[in-house]
């Protein structure tokens, strides 16, 4: 092999991955490269989302595999000389990929989400665009022979999801304004807004309302599963003409200078904390035990993180600022008090 680098070497530092997913790319990065003969290491990274120094230990790790075929476990040739890379030997992985049972149920049901932002689903026809109803028939055709159970799926709200948006798409055909209760995680409270909308769109895996909120007197993007209660309302929508859409391809999470930076270390039962709340950064634990994350977010009002650091129990700890760590004692003490 030529070309191989140490490992680390490169920009960008890496992201938290379970060696399943590191799997998964690996079983599909082989053949998409050798299946161009020669792909730049730019352009592979951003295919599969990773950075160049991720996509090097990726390559690293697969100059080891041996494949039974052509003949006894035969080493995959591969180089990145020059920023290109070129695999041969690697024809046992030419054939295509099968997707597993969870697999499978998890890109339906994308789909299926994508179809009811869009609008499609239930449609009589589908769109010329992109004809969402016809993948997902082909899909469920393809997948009809998986019959094992999903052992990890699971679908929180979509029902509730879709009936939401049902009521959203009818206010932003009729241009007509919404009344909703609107949940705050950052402040652990319920609000209730007057929205004009604007549109629907999903945003990894989860549907957003964009609108101009009367409350905040500006654009916002409200989750829809934190959405409590909705009602369209017979007043006529008025988007100010200075609105303009969130550019979502820079990320959602945009932090005021003056929030708070909060750093938490999380258990493997709590890593849903990472997935739920707006972060800065997700990365492991330097210090803590295996399997531990350290999740950094910034919020305005640490009171609510006080009562998640508290909930949590013994399966999170605040590790700054100071003065929430002494908090959160404070009150773990005073709640000890009462028993």
Not at 96 to 123: C, F, K, T
Not at 151 to 165: H, I, M, N, P, T
Not at 202 to 230: I, K, Q
Request: proline share 7%; hydrophobic share 40%.
């Amino acid at each position: 092999m030529t070309g191989k680098a140490r490992r680390g070497a490169g920009p960008g530092a890496p992201r938290v991955v379970t060696s399943a997913e590191r799997l998964r790319r690996l079983l599909a990065l082989v053949p998409y490269v050798a299946s161009r003969k020669v792909v730049s290491l730019a352009e592979t990274a951003a295919t599969f989302g990773v950075t160049e120094r991720e996509l090097i230990d990726d390559l690293n790790l697969a100059w080891c595999m041996e494949l039974k075929e052509p003949q006894p476990y035969c080493p995959i040739d591969l180089s990145y000389e020059g920023g290109e890379i070129v695999i041969a030997q690697a024809e046992a992985l030419d054939r295509p990929l099968r997707l597993a049972a969870d697999e499978a149920n998890a890109l339906l049901m994308a789909l299926r989400m994508l179809a009811d932002v869009s609008g499609e689903q239930g449609a009589a026809e589908p769109s010329p665009q992109f004809p969402i109803g016809s993948v997902i028939a082909k899909l469920e055709a393809a997948a009809a022979g998986l019959t094992a159970p999903p052992s990890r799926l699971a679908v929180v709200g979509a029902d509730d999801d879709r009936v939401l948006a049902e009521r959203l798409r009818t206010a932003l055909a009729g241009g007509s304004r919404v009344r909703m209760r609107y949940y705050v995680p950052g402040r652990d409270e319920a609000t209730e807004r007057d929205v004009d909308p604007m549109r629907l769109l999903s945003v990894d895996g989860r549907t957003y309302l964009e609108g101009w909120c009367h409350r905040a007197e500006g654009v916002r993007l409200f989750r829809l599963d934190r959405v409590l209660d909705l009602a369209v309302l017979d007043e006529p929508a008025r988007v100010p003409e200075s609105a303009e859409p969130v550019d979502v391809d820079a990320g959602l999470f945009r932090p005021s200078p003056t929030d708070v930076l909060v750093v938490l270390d999380v258990s493997a039962a709590a890593r849903w904390v990472a997935e739920y709340y707006a972060c800065e950064s997700v990365t492991p634990a330097p210090d803590g035990p295996e399997g531990w994350t350290r999740v950094s977010l910034r919020t305005p009002d640490t009171g609510w993180v006080r009562r998640l650091a508290l909930r949590l129990g013994g399966d999170g700890r605040v590790i700054s600022p100071p003065h929430l760590q002494a908090e959160v004692r404070q009150s773990a003490r005073a709640a000890l008090d009462q028993y």
